[in-house]
């Protein structure tokens, strides 16, 4: 092989980094259920995983976010939201994982391209394409189908409405990145572990639940979830997405959705219906279409 194409291959290989760092970090998020369920069985609630796994994390994400304060300029308000509301997203999508069923849990977390879309048309001041009322459309027909067409009065358990506000408040955080412009993208990926660990003390104080008795066996195994897990996975995460055009980074993303209902169904023994098939399939399309939608919205 010349030179140049033995540089050329290299060029290739690393261009294809951040696709395999997303990828794996799209990886580390599918799975999450899987130790949310062994530490639910410990006795550990989301609130309390937020006390002790998020302050780990935190205590590595204060400098990190403290070192780029003089970029923030006059957006450390927007900052301070969407840690707040990345935090509400993690504590409630945690909740929901540990306590409900990991397939239909997903499903009703991504119902994102309503929420996004709506919170951009109230808040950014954006128009609604033909494309993105058609991927909210359907997204909505898939909650319809997954929740029974047979059955007007749902009944939605604590999962199914923490699943739901985890999508809300994560579409929120969304709305408020698009209005921050000079904050850097470490900020916005660390100040949420920051914020968790104080609002879930606040929400472990309004619902106690005691600390449980744990062995060291499982606070090392709480510790390398922290460091392991949720850390590498958000710097996976956050390589990919800030060196991958947009659109690309959303649909590789859908990958997080594959990898829950293919582990919960081969790992965890779960059975999905017909309805959770075909409204899942809907919810997918809908995330695929608003990820296509690349015509601008103002």
Not at 94 to 103: K, S, Y
Not at 157 to 173: E, H, K, N, T, V
Request: hydrophobic residues 60%; positive net charge.
């Amino acid at each position: 092989m010349t030179p140049s194409r033995l540089s050329a291959a290299r060029s290739s290989a690393l261009s294809q980094l951040p696709v395999i760092s997303l990828l794996v970090g799209t990886v580390f998020w599918g799975l999450l259920w899987w130790p949310l369920k062994f530490f639910a069985q410990v006795g550990l609630t989301s609130n309390l995983i937020g006390i002790t796994a998020y302050t780990m994390v935190g205590v590595v994400a204060i400098p990190i976010v403290w070192r780029q304060r003089k970029s923030w300029g006059d957006e450390w308000r927007l900052l301070g939201l969407i840690g707040f509301f990345f935090a509400l997203a993690n504590i409630s999508f945690n909740t929901a994982l540990m306590h409900g069923e990991v397939v239909r849990v997903m499903l009703l977390f991504y119902l994102l391209p309503a929420w996004g879309a709506l919170g951009g048309v109230l808040i950014l001041g954006e128009k609604l394409s033909k494309q993105r009322c058609f991927a909210i459309a359907i997204s909505l027909l898939g909650v319809f189908v997954i929740m029974g067409v047979d059955n007007l009065s749902w009944e939605f358990s604590l999962a199914d409405m923490m699943a739901l506000a985890a999508g809300m408040f994560l579409s929120a955080a969304g709305v408020v990145n698009k209005m921050a412009l000079k904050i850097p993208m470490a900020s916005r990926s660390f100040i949420p572990f920051i914020f968790c660990p104080v609002l879930a003390a606040v929400g472990n104080y309004f619902a106690p639940t005691p600390m449980p008795e744990m062995s060291l066996i499982t606070w090392g195994l709480l510790a390398g979830f922290a460091f392991i897990w949720i850390l590498g996975a958000t710097i996976f995460t956050t390589l990919g997405v800030s060196n991958i055009e947009a659109s690309r980074a959303s649909i590789l993303q859908v990958t997080e959705l594959f990898v829950a209902i293919i582990s919960a169904m081969v790992v965890g023994g779960e059975v999905l219906e017909i309805k959770e098939y075909v409204g899942g399939a809907l919810i997918i399309l809908a995330s695929l279409i608003e990820a296509f939608d690349l015509k601008p919205t103002k």
